[in-house]
């Protein structure tokens, strides 16, 4: 499973554009980039998930450049309410094998 | 749609007591997962089960820590005795056997917050 690398925090301020970069050297062929999202005192939830180029839905894009050795998360006009920890994950979700592993996340503070 | 239920959602102990957490998936997800989520980390997986069996348990500290799903639905995870290093939060989450249409594979329930004192 391919490691992970992304900041422990970082600050914004609301309305600000937030843009989350996650290192990934060693990805494999078949293996998806996921953002899961986490609130104190809830459980993670699922934000998006890419293989290639980029993908956008109703809350975030995610950018992979061509080389997928890296991948950023970005949230625009971020909140109040966006306030919590983000995790990069990278493995093959084919078959559904559930290994999920979480690295420490990033801690994104949003200012008023 | 009912998400994942856990309970008790917080439980303070003494340590070498006897604790036990219960999980209810997502109706008709097949795969279910016990994390352990220490403070500052994310979350690190114990056990995962396909319907009734374990299918992996390398992380599950075996000595006192014990998790079963009977009937492939509901799943319990126990500690006995319980250390101070316990004290963290427990996670359950569901999965369907195909990811869903934007790729989501796991979903999880609010945890249960232990205290060992």
């Known amino acids: 499973l391919a490691k992970t690398t992304q900041p422990i925090s970082m600050d914004s301020y609301e309305g600000q554009e937030v843009n989350i970069t996650c290192s990934h050297n060693?990805?494999?062929?078949?293996?998806?980039i996921t953002w899961y999202q986490q609130f104190p005192s809830q459980g993670p939830r699922f934000i998006i998930q890419?293989?290639?180029t980029k993908v956008t839905n109703e809350v975030a894009s995610l950018f992979i450049p061509a080389d997928r050795k890296s991948s950023t998360l970005s949230l625009p006009r971020v909140s109040l309410s966006d306030t919590a920890v983000y995790y990069c994950l990278v493995g093959d979700i084919r078959g559904n094998t559930g290994k999920l592993i979480f690295g420490q996340g990033t801690t994104l503070q949003v200012k008023p | 749609e009912a998400g994942v239920v856990q309970s008790p959602r917080y439980k303070i102990i003494e340590k070498k007591q006897p604790v036990a957490f219960w999980c209810n998936p997502i109706?008709?997800?097949?795969?279910l997962y016990w994390y352990r989520q220490n403070l500052g980390q994310g979350p690190e997986l114990l056990i995962r089960y396909e319907n009734e069996e374990a299918v992996d348990d390398s992380q599950l500290p075996k000595d006192r820590f014990s998790a079963e799903r009977l009937k492939g639905v509901d799943s319990t995870l126990k500690i006995q005795p319980a250390e101070l290093g316990d004290s963290a939060v427990y996670l359950c989450?569901?999965?369907?056997?195909?990811?869903?249409?934007?790729?989501?594979?796991?979903?999880f329930g609010p945890g249960t917050r232990l205290l060992v004192l």
């Open positions: 989450a569901s999965s369907p056997n195909i990811p869903d249409r934007a790729g989501e594979t796991q979903y």
């Open positions: 060693n990805i494999a062929t078949n293996d998806y």
């Open positions: 890419g293989y290639k």
């Open positions: 109706s008709g997800h097949n795969t």
